[in-house]
């Protein structure tokens, strides 16, 4: 299959790429066209008869290494692309509807995750605005995430500012915490924050925010105190 398709792209692509090719409009640009187009397609022929040879000549010996990352089977090589992946859709809410405790709320707060898998969560955060962490607080920091950044409005970011956080999802067990900024773009209402991490073996763990964005003078009343507003349970299995 390989063999197949493979030559083709790059002809293709090396074709489509090339400056003469789509620039020149004369006649005298047509038949360099032409040549250029007779280069390419003379480059792909050798490049395919290069690796049926190659591929001929490894056949043999190296058949069983090679099929390995086809077959998903849990080999070194195919870690990567044999990493079961699911997504976690969450809000963040200023209010929870029909609750009588006051403040904000995860619109979703049991996630249920595979073990020994990739899972990328995607936060909109409904309810902006600022709640400073303590000067040199851990938790304005992303860790533990896929690439060490969280994704705002698609910009990678590695940490915030402590005077700009709005809350955090935080996996404390597992080294995830990922600070939410409270500063929406002009002429947006929501703030859109995408992160992936790997989980390991079995197993139930707590996350919850950790920025003072409850009641209280401390912050940490009502919602931040309450299991199923700003924290949860992660059940890996
Ligand atoms: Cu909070």
Known sequence: MALDTLPVKQISSSAASFPGASLRTTSEGNRGAYITLALVVGVGVIVLLAEML????????YT??????????????????GVPSSNIHLSILPQKPNSSIQGPAYSQTSLTVPANSLVTITIVNDDPGDT??????????VTGVTGGVAYVDGQAYNALDVAKVAHTFTIP???????IPGDTPVG??????TF???TGSAGMFTWQCMDPCGS???????????MGYMQGMLMVR
Do not use: E, Y
């Open 216 to 226: 209280g003078s401390s912050g940490w009343g009502g919602p931040m105190a309450t």
């Open 132 to 141: 400073a962490l303590p000067a040199g607080s851990p938790f304005a920091h």
């Open 173 to 179: 067990q597992l080294g995830v915490n990922v600070p």
């Open 196 to 198: 992936s991490f790997k």
């Open 54 to 61: 190659l591929s001929a000549s490894l056949a043999g010996s």
């Open 188 to 193: 947006q209402k929501t703030i859109t924050v």
């Open 64 to 81: 069983p290494r090679m099929m390995r990352p086809h077959t998903g089977s849990s080999g070194a090589s195919g870690m990567m692309s």
